[in-house]
Structures are given as C-alpha cells and as structure tokens.
C-alpha cells in the first residue's frame, strides 16, 4: 500500500474563517506587510509555525484534567521529571513556561562579554538570547546546508573541522558551550547524522566544552537517522534518542514542537553546580522549581506528548507530509529547500524572486504574496530575521533567504495541503509582479516579530 | 448579639472533584524530614490540605473550562488576545495590554522598563519578587506604609494605606527625578492581605501627580481590596465591587498582575499601562522573556480562562463568599485565642509565631518551626513570611522583619467548610501543645527567594 495514513482520528474540530482576495490585501496592509501582526481569524491556513500549534491527543486532554496544580511538589512535576529522565538519561531536570525561557536561563549563566556559543545553526530566539548576555553565538554549518537546492542527507550537521580550527583560534576556555540543534530549523529543519553528533562531542570532550542540544525536534531527528544512516534502520526511534542524547552533557527543549504541546518547556542536565545556579535564576522569571511558571496540567501534557512522539506510525505520517508538499513543489519546478525538511516546507525566496534584490527582503514578500492569494500564512527566515546592519548602516544579509512554511502537528488533512501547493504554484506563476519591501519601524532585537514593513 | 454570622454560603455548587491523600503521622514525620522542614519542599501527594498559597490554585469554573476548549493556539494574533485586551481594557480601564505567562514576568519587564539604576522605589511593604525585581534593575525598595502594617494588633481597617509623609521625605530626601514610580500594591499580601482605602488612594494620586510621579499598581488581590472597601469605607457600601474596581485603577498609570489570585486561572498575567512609550518598550522586551506579544507565554486557552476569569472575580456574590470563608476560618482560631493578624485579611489568615511561640528568637525561625509543626500535626501546608522570606540586604546581613507569621493562604472555591473545621482545630491542638516546639537551623540557603528552596535542621 502506498497511501501513508494518519494513525490517528479527529476528536475535535476547530472551524476555520474564510476571507476574500479583497479582504486579505487590505489586512495585510493594515498588519504593515508583516503576517505576525495579522489577527490569527483573518487567517485560513496557519504556516507560521509548528511552535505551539499542535493538536493533543485525547490522553494529553485526559492529562490535563488531571493536571495537579499544587505550587510546590506537584504530581504532574513528579510525571513530568521521570519522563525527561528516562528520555534523556539526564537526572536534573527544570521546568520552563517556554524554550526561550530554557535558554535565558542557560545562557545567561555560561554567557557574557567575550565567549562564543557555537553551533550548526542558532534558532533566533536563542542567538537573541545569547546576543544579550554579552556573548557571540556563532554557526558552523556543514558546505552542503548552506545550498538550498543540493540534495545531502544530513544537511543539518556541524561543520567539525571549522569548529575545532575556532577552538584553537579563540581558546577553548572563551567557548563555554557547544549547542547542537537537531532538526537544524534555520538552516531548513534538516537533520544531524549520529556521526556528526559523535564527531562534535569527540571535540567537545577533547577541550572540555559541554555539548548541549537543543532538541525541540528530537524525535524528527532520530527517525530521520532511522531512515538514512547506517546500521539504524533496525532500531527504534527510542532508543536512538537514547543514544543522541547519551552525547550530550545537556539540553534545552521547547516542549510546544515535538511534544505535541500548546506551551512550555525544559532544562536538563547532570551538572549539580550549574543546576542549582539554573534553579536560582529560574524562581526570579518562571516559577518554582517544580512547575516553572507552567500550569500542572501543562506537564502533564508534556509527560505523555513526550512519549506518543516517538510512535513511528506518527513519525512516518509526519516525515512522509512535509515530503508530499516538496515533491508537488519541485514537480512544478518551484525553488524548495531539499530534501524535505522535518517539519516545514522552505521556499528559496531569492531563486523564486530573482528581481527583488536581499535589502528588499524578498522572503518577506513572498510570504505577503502567499497570505494574499490563499490566506497562508509563513514566516521569513531570512535578512529579516537575521539581518544587521553594519557601521555605516547598510544590511548585512543573511546566509539565505528562505520562506518557511512550518506544519503544525497532527493539524491540517491532505486536502489543506493539497491547497497549500495550489497556491504556491498560482504566486510562482505570477512572481514577476511581486515588488520588494522596505522597513518602516523596527524594535532592536527580534526585529521580524514586531517590524513594520511597506512595499516599494 | 455579637459574632452574628453574615452567611458566606458558595455561590456555585461542586461539577468536579480531585481526590485527597490522607496520611499518617509517622508518613509526616519522614516527609518533613526530607523535605528539610521547608514545605515548599513537601511532595502534593504528602499533603491533606494545601494552603501554601492561593496562586494558581484556584478552582475555575465550568464556563472557564469551556473556554479552554476555545483556546486559538496560533501564535500571533490569537482570538483569545483580543478577548482578553477587551476584558481588561474593560473591567481595569487600563489601555495597553501585555499578557506574560505569570505575574513575576510583569514584574521583571516592568522593573527593567521603568526603573534605572540608583532609582528609589516606595511601596507599601516588600513582596518577595517584586522586591528582587526593582533590585536587579538597579533601583532600591522604600518601606512607606503606615506604621499600624508592623502592628498585628492593630484593628486599623485599612492596613494597607501609605504613609503620605514617609512619601514626602523620601522626595524630599532623593528628588522625585530619582523615584520612577510607587509601587502601591492592593490587599498587601505580606501584611497579612490588608487593604488600602480609596481615599488614601485618591490622596497619593494627587500627590504623586504635584511631584510628576507615577503609580504602578500590584492588582493581584484588587477585587478583594474592593470588597473590604466596600464593606468600611463611607460611600461604597452601594456601590458594586466591579465599579469600586475600576475607581481603584483609575488613580494608577499601570498594573502588574499575577492573574493566578483574584482572576481565577492556574497560570498567567499581565503586564497594563496608560503610556503608550512605556507599553512599547514593554513589547520589545516580552518577545526576548516571554513569548510573542500576544501570547506572552501563554497558550491561547490560558488567556481565554484568564478572561473569563477576571469577570468572575468582580461578582459581587463571589467576593462575598470568598472572603466570608477566610472570615469564618479567622473568627475559628480567634476563639480557640490562636493570635492571628488583625483584622483578617482577604486571603488568608496570618498566624503571629512570634506569639504562638515565644520562647523561639527569631534567628531560630519561628515561622518556619511552626509551619513545620502544623504539617506533622494534621498535613495542613502552610508557609512561613517572616525571617526566611525576606532574605538578606545588599550587605549580606539578614533582614529582620517586624512581622514574623505563618499563612494559612486559602485557595479560592476550592475547600469546603468542614476542610476550614480541620485547620482550626489542628492549629488549636498546636496551640495546646507549643513549649515542647522546638527551633530551627538553616543548612542550605539559595542566593535569591530562599524561602523557596532552603533546608532546615532542628536546632
């Protein structure tokens, strides 16, 4: 049988609100041609992000009726902290309301003025995190990440060699931390081999720099290791988490990605000393240690999101839907990021709009062009997002300028993304039309979640 | 005729129950003893009833549940945000709304936002995180409520005031340029959920606004403030709490609130002002701690039982029966000559250790022995706000405060009379037997909040 079906059912139905061509190109004025700021029900099909966006389970509701919602010593926490512990190995394990919380933590501990965080690719919340405790965070991606269209199986690995050459260059003691992110969600939600996770602790253990991992999309991560790396196609997508995590000397997670939940988030680490240093800063801005700033319920979603993630019938539904959409898209001859990624479609954005140049953020209007033509909603993962200007004022562009069409979890049918790529082919057909943007009004940091924009 | 009860009975009936562990006394007692004589420490299940606090804890209402089913989980530009900007613009009259994902994120954007260092912040009395918040942004917390606050027995019914002349020295002492707000917080939860009357409020209105200085107001509790004002204050007595409500606000220029007390949810809060530029700043600066502008954290369900919430908490029937069973509780020990802060407060009944207690000195911490003592006798939780929670000043030395008590913080809807019973009694048989209660010694102390995490030995 070919057709990989969902191994679930829907329980619950969320009505979605439809709005004409009409319509969508004033409210796209009115939200400064940035889609952040458009109202969620003005919105048909949400590609923003798979962030937060999934749908529970019936155990995860069941969960969070049971949520024990003591302040302190709450059975969901207890729940929670084995689930972790059994995952990751890792026996100290902090409740957050969110990632980004997670890494705030994190590092404003092991940051400040002079160290470099380094990575394959830094998530922007995290490089924004890092940015304001002083330090540098800095990405070494493997060649073939770097180039969109070149098909590799693991274009999410660090590059280990331009790792170890900045070792020697700044000093192991100026690098407190190495954090890998697997699926690598900037650099198109590609994965990281096993080897490369090996070959990177290896130089990590050498100079004595704890390795951590981000893992908001472990569970992507290990099943496509499962598929394409040797000697793991027999074994199950746990216990090669098990061994992805038995690497590292810690990890983040935003639980809103692959544990299937609408918020929160976690530290875990073995570290006694930075663990209590964790849990000091943790009571000032999330909570108390055994909830975080998280409502019991919400652990206890987490808890069992957790464990149903790692269900290959899900994985395979997952890994095969984001692979539908790509092939409709590269059949049609449209720029995609490939092979196709986790969790997210990404259009190359400066192949699709060759005449829009990168200061006039082309990502970005391409996702403009998208909202208006079907009310797809997606994000810019480009100069926009990642963008500075240097002395004189001038952008300095990103890597790349990708459109990235995140899928939310357990979500949309076939026929919602049947949709989706109909829409995409109608704006590739009339790309021609599509003009650049330039920055009217724009915060100092996180820029794209707030920046407004006008065409030119 | 004294002591008439004014019925507080529920205005709503029970659709969903949790079941209780009970416990043994032996079970308590090695419980206790691992949990380092802290209850912040003590496991859920080891507890009977759970009186540590009533942040978050609250039960919600069927039409709360209802609207969790309703959350919109996108992540910008939810529903659910527009309903709560709606309800707080509404109910509190403030303009400008960030949502954050529980009260101490209000505090740490709002520190940072208005506060520089050097910056002198009076408030009427210090609470644990708003306290440290105004410290880690530099500024430093000025003490300027009145002098009956320190007094538990003092029968003064409105606690919570400010003491315009400790204000005025204080401009006179730094400038008014040096101080960016006060921080005038509504049933003052460390004085033992006292409140502050409107006309002291319409006083520091018309003196902060001479001087150019704003007022930030903690709304945590600001419904049961209201209905104390109601209930004491000349003029109020027709006037609904929800109006009472609004009046309060109208004299601040922003609010930090922890929706997890008066506004009925499990988690949240929010971050409101008038000013447009602080507001912007306030948006910058969520993005980095909590989450987009909005969702500040939150999923989108947690907004809409937040919003849903906060309509329930100014319902007249409501307030009155939430506040009468903290008053039946009070008026319980107060005839079993427990001494307690008076009069009672709003959320919960404060036990005065260094009373219950007096042959423990305040280094051996009181408070924290006779929590401990409350639990091993019957697995009531309660918690220390005296020597432990107030931490250590700039220099190191401990902070010794005047008030050295014990909260038994009752959570709203969710314990029943014959749960109030227990407690009395409980704390009577303490009572009874209190010179054979022994001190404490701290053996691990946490560099902020310690009272959430230290361990204790007997001393």
Redesign the interface.
């Known amino acids: 049988m070919k057709t990989i079906i969902e191994p679930f059912r829907i329980k ?1 139905v ?1 009505p979605l609100l439809f709005t004409t061509k009409e319509q969508r190109k004033e409210l796209l004025q009115k939200a400064f041609y940035n ?9 048909m099909i ?1 590609l ?2 798979d ?3 999934s749908a529970m389970s019936s155990a995860q509701w069941a969960g ?1 009726m049971l ?9 969901s926490f ?1 729940h929670f902290e084995s689930t972790i512990q059994q995952l990751t190995g890792m026996p100290l394990v902090i409740p957050t ?2 990632g ?2 997670s890494e ?1 933590i994190l590092f404003s501990i092991v940051g400040g003025k002079g160290k470099y965080i380094v990575s394959n690719t830094l998530f922007d ?1 995290t490089r ?2 890092i940015e ?1 405790s002083g330090a540098e965070g800095v990405d070494f991606l493997c060649e073939e990440g770097k180039h969109p269209s070149i098909p590799a199986p693991f274009k999410g690995n660090m590059d280990v060699e331009a790792f170890e050459k900045f070792i020697q260059e700044k000093g192991a003691a100026n690098i407190p931390l190495c954090m890998v992110t697997v699926t690598n969600n900037s650099g198109g939600g590609q994965p990281v081999s096993m080897a490369n996770i090996k070959a990177v602790k290896a130089v990590c253990s050498k100079y004595s720099i704890p390795l951590f991992i981000d893992a908001c999309r472990f569970a992507e991560n290990c099943y496509f290791i499962k598929l394409r790396e040797e000697g793991y196609s027999d074994k199950s997508v746990e216990s090669i988490a098990h061994e992805l995590f038995s690497y590292a000397d810690g990890c983040t997670m935003s639980a809103k990605k692959d544990a299937f939940a ?2 929160g988030g976690f530290l875990a680490m073995y570290n006694v000393e930075l663990a ?1 240093q964790c ?3 943790l ?7 055994t ?1 975080g ?6 652990l206890e979603a987490i808890a069992i999101g957790l464990n149903e993630v790692m269900d290959e019938h899900y994985l395979q539904y997952r890994i095969r839907s984001i692979e539908y959409l790509t092939e409709k898209l590269v059949a049609a001859g449209v720029p995609v990021m490939q092979p196709a990624g986790g969790h997210a479609v990404y259009l190359d954005a400066k192949t699709f709009l060759p005449h829009v140049p990168v200061d006039q953020y082309p990502g970005q209007a391409l996702i403009g062009a998208l909202y208006v033509e079907g009310g797809i909603r997606s994000v810019e993962i480009g100069s926009l997002m990642f963008g500075k200007y240097d002395a004189d004022g001038k952008l300095i562009p990103a890597m790349m300028e990708l459109v990235r069409l995140a899928i939310p979890r357990r979500v949309y049918t076939q026929s919602h993304i049947d949709y989706v790529a109909e829409v995409i082919l109608e704006v590739f057909e009339k790309r021609n039309q599509i003009r650049g943007l330039e920055i009217v009004e724009e ?4 820029r794209h ?2 920046a407004k924009l006008k065409p030119l | 005729m004294k002591n008439i009860r004014h019925s507080w009975a529920e205005p709503y009936k029970i659709k969903m129950v ?1 079941l209780l562990t009970m416990t043994t006394a032996a079970q308590r007692k090695k419980a206790l003893v691992a949990a380092g004589y802290n ?9 009977y009833i ?1 009186l ?2 009533d ?3 609250s039960a919600m209402s069927d039409r709360q549940w209802a609207g ?2 309703l ?9 659910n945000f ?1 309903h709560l900007e709606e309800v707080v613009q509404q109910t509190y009259g403030y303009k400008y709304l960030v949502p954050t ?2 009260g ?2 209000a505090e ?1 954007i709002l520190s940072k936002v208005l506060i520089k260092k050097g910056d002198i912040i009076p408030g009427n009395m210090y609470f644990t ?1 708003t306290r ?2 105004q410290e ?1 942004a530099g500024g430093k917390f000025e003490d300027v409520i009145i002098d009956e606050a320190h007094n538990p027995e003092s029968e003064f019914p409105f606690k919570g005031n400010i003491d315009l002349d400790k204000l005025d020295r204080l401009v006179k002492k730094y400038g008014a340029k040096r101080i960016p707000y006060v921080s005038m917080a509504t049933s003052v939860n460390m004085a033992g959920g006292q409140p502050i009357s409107m006309a002291n409020l319409k006083a520091l209105r018309a003196y902060t606004k001479r001087h150019g200085i704003k007022v930030i107001h903690d709304m945590t509790r600001v419904a049961e403030n209201a209905y104390f004002i109601k209930e004491r204050e000349k003029g109020y007595k027709d006037k609904s709490i929800r109006q009472i409500v609004k009046e309060i606000c109208s004299y601040t220029d922003g609010a930090t609130m922890s929706a997890k007390k008066d506004a009925l949810v ?2 949240g809060g929010f971050l409101a002002v008038n000013d447009w530029d602080v507001f912007e700043e306030a ?2 600066l969520v ?7 909005t ?1 500040g ?6 907004m809409e039982a937040m919003a849903i919430g906060i309509g329930e908490s100014v319902d007249d029937d409501h307030i009155r029966a939430r506040v009468g069973q903290v008053i039946y509780l009070g008026q319980k020990m107060i005839e079993y000559d427990i001494p307690i802060v008076r009069p009672i407060g709003g959320h919960g009944i404060f036990v005065d250790a260094k009373k219950f207690l007096p042959h423990i000195p305040q280094e051996q911490y009181p408070a924290q022995t006779l929590a401990a003592e409350i639990y091993l006798d019957s697995g009531v939780r309660t918690m220390e706000r005296g020597v432990v929670s107030a931490g250590r000043k700039a220099d190191g030395s401990n902070y010794y405060p005047k008030l050295e008590l014990v909260r038994f913080t009752i959570p709203r809807r969710v314990y029943t009379q014959a749960h109030m019973d227990v407690i009395a009694e409980s704390t009577a048989r303490v009572y009874q037997n209190r010179d054979k209660i022994k001190g404490l010694k701290m053996i691990y102390e ?4 310690r009272f ?2 230290a361990r204790f030995e007997k001393a």
């Open positions: 619950s969320e889609p952040f700021l458009l109202h969620a029900d003005d919105v949400d923003l992000t962030s937060g966006t969070i949520g024990d919602e003591s302040y302190a010593g709450s059975k207890y309301h969110q980004r919380a705030k919340t924004a995190n304001y609408n918020i209590k849990r000091n800063l009571v000032i801005t999330e909570g108390f240690p909830y700033g998280l409502a019991g319920r919400d915060a100092p940091a996180l979640f707030t | 949790e209850t912040f420490l003590l496991k859920s299940e080891q507890v759970d540590l606090t942040s978050g804890t969790m089913m959350g919109d989980e996108a992540y910008a530009g939810s529903r527009y994902h529980q101490r994120g740490n995180t440290l918040h880690l499990n988690i948006r910058n993005v980095v701690y909590e989450g987009l502008h969702y954290g939150l999923a989108g369900r947690d946490p560099k902020y909040l959430f995490q």
